[in-house]
């Protein structure tokens, strides 16, 4: 794997390993207590793969999680059409 991690072509597990190494230590443990043991393993390699996250993946990474949090918990309040319609606000058309 390269040295930095390329937000518009990884997987889901790279981008759940990045996501950790950017919340830090402490949140990353209370996170690793909601996952399985082999869920564990599969980021943990993942996280040691990563040698640098610059700031703009950082930013980039962070965008994208969050606006999958909202898109999620809209969907629960408010449905699907509803949570497009925030993200076509938030985002753009093509982004949303």
Do not use: C, N, P, W
């Not at 996280?47 to 950082?58: C, E, L, N, V």
């Amino acid at each position: 794997m390269a040295d930095e991690i390329h937000l518009h072509f990884t997987t889901g597990r790279q981008k759940a390993a990045a996501i950790l190494i950017v919340l830090g230590a402490d949140i990353s443990a209370e996170v690793f207590k909601y996952l399985k043991e082999e869920e564990m393993e599969l980021i943990t390699k993942e996280i040691a793969q990563i040698r640098k996250i610059t700031h703009s993946q950082k930013i980039a990474l962070l965008q994208e999680f969050y606006s999958l949090m909202i898109a999620q918990e809209f969907i629960i309040q408010g449905g699907m059409e509803y949570a497009r319609a925030l993200l076509i606000q938030a985002l753009g058309e093509d982004r949303a």
